[in-house]
Nanobody, 126 residues
Framework: VQLQASGGGLVQAGGSLRLSCAASGRTFSDYCMGWYRQAPGKEREFVAVISWSGGSTYYADSVKGRFTISRDNARNTTYLQMNSLKPEDTAVYYC????????????????????WGQGTLVTVSS
């Protein structure tokens, strides 16, 4: 399984970015997908997860109401729309996929992640 993340960049506080994660190597629509991030000097943390159908989503409290995860199974792509960005959102963002057909909440912990994208850097200036 290969995950290719893109869409990061430099944005001012209050701005928006949309990250994309293109997947290949297996039937994309069978699996939930997620996003994590790692800020400088901090551990990687969960951001958002979406079910295989897109019907269920969960978010970290720190991004709830500002970020939206979605997916397009026809394009094998997961998205993370980030609005009202804050300097504390500055991090490398990683898309994540499980190895097996795990329940969506299993991907909210790193133990449920089998595949990682290469990361895309988001920098939010104040």
């Amino acid at each position: 399984v290969q995950l290719q993340a893109s869409g990061g960049g430099l944005v001012q506080a209050g701005g928006s970015l949309r990250l994309s994660c293109a997947a290949s190597g297996r039937t994309f629509s069978d699996y939930c997908m997620g996003w994590y991030r790692q800020a400088p000097g901090k551990e990687r943390e969960f951001v958002a997860v979406i079910s295989w159908s897109g019907g269920s989503t969960y978010y970290a409290d720190s991004v709830k109401g500002r970020f939206t995860i979605s997916r397009d199974n026809a394009r094998n792509t997961t998205y993370l729309q980030m609005n009202s960005l804050k300097p504390e959102d500055t991090a490398v963002y990683y898309c994540a996929a499980p190895q097996a057909l795990l329940p969506i909440k299993a991907l909210m912990r790193e133990g449920g992640v089998e595949y990682w994208g290469q990361g895309t850097l988001v920098t939010v200036s104040s």
